[in-house]
């Protein structure tokens, strides 16, 4: 059964989202179709750029074939459509406003050429900044990302694992240093590591 969304039959979209929600791929098909123009404008205003708009609709899309019966059976769904596609957009433009942030970081080092700035690539430097603390030792792992990714003190650090503060400082230290020195050896080039911890938590 092929269905098409217009002002005749505009009433069955309820059912068609329904039948959505049973893995109906014509009913897919339809919502496709006709949700397709008004995502792609509405993404396309924030990205201001064609392909990535496309890119994005054809992501919602998706989303929404893999969340299907829960989609096809909520009260409002085109409501969860654009959500989906604002979360999208605005997500696009934060990473955009980072990887700019982390140009401008390493031209700003002293010594940097194009040829190098070509070499160092945003996620380049964030896959790197990963491995070089899945390389620390466990507890000092462990201390690092509470200090970054759980914004603790250093005070709250020791009272959680049971030791002093002292050594929670040395070993933030300590994992610093070894960070540093692992990705100033496989990028080439010296970022400090604040600009890298700034962009990347």
């Known amino acids: 059964m092929a269905f098409i969304l217009n002002g005749d039959n505009l009433h069955n979209e309820e059912l068609i989202w329904r039948r959505l929600a049973t893995g109906d791929e014509a009913a897919f098909r339809a919502l496709f179709h006709s949700y397709n123009p008004g995502l792609y404008a509405a ?23 893999q969340h299907r019966e829960a989609v096809g ?30 140009l401008n970081s390493v031209a700003g080092q002293e010594g940097n050429t194009d040829d190098t700035l070509n070499k ?36 709250e650090i020791a009272e959680k694992l049971n030791m002093s503060q002292n050594t929670v400082k040395n070993q933030i230290v300590l994992a610093r240093q070894s960070i540093e020195d692992f990705l100033k050896q496989r990028l080439g080039v010296y970022i400090p590591l604040f600009v890298l911890l700034e962009l990347f938590f």
Request: aromatic share 10%.
């Open 43 to 65: 993404i396309l205003k924030v990205v201001k750029t064609e392909e990535i708009a496309r890119e994005m609709v054809q992501d919602v899309f998706l989303r929404v074939w």
């Open 73 to 102: 059976l909520m009260e409002k769904p085109e409501g969860w459509l654009f959500r989906v596609a604002s979360n999208l957009s605005l997500s696009y433009l934060r990473r955009q406003a980072v990887e700019y942030k982390w």
């Open 120 to 155: 160092v690539s945003f996620r380049e430097a964030q896959q790197l900044l990963l491995q070089a603390i899945h390389a620390l030792p466990p507890k000092r792992q462990l201390i690092f990302r509470l200090s970054r990714e759980e914004q603790l003190s250093h005070a």
